[in-house]
């Protein structure tokens, strides 16, 4: 069996464009999924946090509309942003502020 921490986030996100309706190159697959993107990841989150078969470290952009996934061992923020959006949001970039004190971390988590 594979080590969870062997799956990359590239595996991760062709999965999540899989369950989405995207066909992997090389195959024929009639009975095509077609989650949304909310959809597709509450797969990805069961199959890491049910299952333990994925990372746990690959999450969705809370950005509406933006569905990129990131890790967030290396990129993003605990805010649930991608980099990009991280980077255009964040107002604490590098003034060492933690993310919990962070008024953004409150507004999308609700605290």
């Known amino acids: 069996m594979t080590n969870t921490e062997d799956i990359t986030l590239e595996q991760v996100e062709k999965l ?3 369950l989405q309706g995207e066909v992997p190159d090389g195959f ?3 009975a095509m999924p077609n989650l949304s993107p909310d959809q597709a990841f509450s797969v990805i989150y069961y199959l890491q946090e049910g299952m ?3 990372p746990d470290s690959y ?3 809370r950005v509406e509309g933006c569905n990129e996934l ?3 061992d290396a990129e993003g923020c605990m805010a649930m942003l991608c980099e990009a ?3 255009l949001m ?3 970039q590098g003034d060492k502020v933690e993310c919990e004190e962070c008024e953004l971390y409150k507004e999308i ?3």
């Open 85 to 87: 959006h991280y980077e």
């Open 90 to 92: 964040c107002p604490h």
């Open 52 to 54: 333990r078969v994925l």
């Open 109 to 111: 988590h609700g605290d």
């Open 16 to 18: 999540y464009r899989f």
């Open 59 to 61: 999450e969705k952009c």
């Open 70 to 72: 990131y890790d967030s």
């Open 28 to 30: 024929d697959i009639k």
